[in-house]
């Protein structure tokens, strides 16, 4: 059987997991966020101590990984490091630029490339990242370009820190959003970009809801999937 699959790629903030889990659920597909999996290579790279823009001691590291995703009962996506539960500890923000930085080196980005690969064979998926339609899935059903403005991303962000009780500044965070999309698009390998056959969708005006219909529309209308019909 074929599997059907929807690529979302984008900068940080523009709302990618939030609607992916949300379109997953709806649709009945299983949502993989790749970025989770980066930022689990991102918490192992801090916690050895190891520089993350440090090619040769990253690439050391990864042999030594156990890296693993499951999903609990309530369909999330759980990530594990040498079988510790890391879900919580890889949204720290200092986590963000370990991930971002670790992400740009191509021996990370070869290990983790059949694990994407992997989901995408055995399960209906709404995959999110950065070169999921370029790279990981060139062959997507659907390619989906999600972007906003990066003060409206960092605005999503700032709140989303000051919601789990993190301290934050909006400059800095802004400042941090636009570092990340230069460091994710200006990267020599699997650059954060267009691909040629995706529809680009605009969230700056638009609230979460708005956001959503949207993009449930053009799953739909890509896939033919019919309103109230969900894959179980
Ligand atoms: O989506 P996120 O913010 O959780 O991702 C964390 C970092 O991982 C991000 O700065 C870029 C990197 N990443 C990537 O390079 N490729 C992906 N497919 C997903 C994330």
Request: aromatic content about 6%; charged content about 30%.
């Given at each position: 059987?074929?599997?059907?699959?929807?690529?979302?790629?984008g900068p940080?903030?523009a709302?990618?997991?939030?609607?992916?889990k949300?379109?997953?659920?709806?649709?009945g597909?299983l949502y993989?966020?790749?970025?989770?999996?980066?930022?689990t290579?991102?918490l192992?790279?801090?916690?050895?101590?190891?520089d993350?823009?440090?090619e040769?001691?990253?690439?050391?590291?990864?042999?030594?990984?156990s890296?693993s995703m499951?999903?609990g009962?309530?369909?999330?996506?759980?990530?594990f490091?040498?079988?510790?539960?890391?879900?919580?500890?890889?949204?720290e923000?200092?986590?963000?630029?370990?991930?971002?930085?670790?992400?740009?080196?191509?021996?990370?980005?070869?290990?983790?490339?059949e694990?994407?690969?992997?989901?995408?064979r055995?399960?209906?998926?709404i995959?999110?990242?950065?070169?999921?339609?370029?790279?990981?899935?060139?062959?997507?059903?659907l390619?989906?370009?999600?972007?906003?403005?990066?003060e409206?991303?960092?605005?999503?962000r700032?709140r989303?820190?000051?919601?789990r009780?993190?301290?934050a500044?909006?400059d800095q965070?802004l400042?941090e959003?636009?570092?990340?999309d230069?460091r994710?698009?200006?990267?020599?390998?699997?650059?954060l970009r267009l691909a040629?056959?995706a529809?680009?969708?605009?969230?700056?005006?638009l609230?979460l809801?708005g956001?959503?219909?949207l993009?449930?529309?053009?799953?739909?209308?890509?896939l033919l999937?019919?309103?109230?019909?969900?894959?179980?």
């Amino acid at each position: 059987m074929k599997y059907r699959s929807v690529a979302i790629d984008g900068p940080s903030g523009a709302g990618k997991s939030t609607l992916a889990k949300r379109l997953a659920q709806e649709l009945g597909f299983l949502y993989v966020d790749t970025g989770a999996i980066y930022r689990t290579v991102g918490l192992a790279v801090r916690r050895r101590g190891i520089d993350p823009v440090d090619e040769a001691g990253v690439a050391a590291l990864l042999p030594e990984l156990s890296i693993s995703m499951r999903y609990g009962e309530d369909g999330l996506q759980h990530m594990f490091l040498s079988g510790e539960d890391v879900t919580g500890a890889i949204r720290e923000n200092e986590i963000s630029a370990y991930a971002s930085k670790a992400a740009s080196l191509p021996a990370v980005r070869d290990f983790l490339l059949e694990m994407q690969r992997r989901t995408a064979r055995e399960h209906d998926v709404i995959m999110d990242g950065r070169d999921i339609g370029t790279v990981v899935l060139p062959q997507a059903d659907l390619k989906i370009f999600l972007t906003a403005a990066p003060e409206a991303r960092a605005q999503r962000r700032y709140r989303e820190l000051l919601a789990r009780g993190q301290q934050a500044d909006f400059d800095q965070v802004l400042a941090e959003v636009v570092e990340r999309d230069r460091r994710d698009t200006e990267r020599e390998t699997a650059p954060l970009r267009l691909a040629e056959d995706a529809v680009t969708a605009d969230t700056t005006a638009l609230d979460l809801e708005g956001s959503f219909q949207l993009l449930l529309g053009l799953i739909r209308d890509h896939l033919l999937i019919k309103e109230g019909q969900a894959d179980e």
